[in-house]
């Protein structure tokens, strides 16, 4: 065993822990204050992710494009 490999698979594991990650894929939305707030579990549509990320830009940020 390789012990780098070894350590690369314990820290994602403590991570996955941390975040509550049961199954993949997983998607945390966080705010700019570093709140949690909406997890997604498996695929995620774009239209779900601009649902969720749209309340939290500020009307301030101006839209690329």
């Excluded at 594991?13 to 997890?39: E, H, S």
């Excluded at 579990?41 to 690329?64: F, N």
């Amino acid at each position: 065993d390789d012990p780098q490999t070894m350590q690369a698979v314990i820290a994602r594991a403590t991570a996955l822990d941390a975040w509550g990650v049961q199954a993949y894929p997983k998607t945390f939305i966080v705010d700019p204050q570093g709140n949690v707030r909406k997890v997604f579990s498996g695929a995620v549509s774009r239209d779900d992710l601009e649902a969720a990320i749209t309340p939290l830009v500020p009307e301030t940020c101006v839209a690329g494009g």
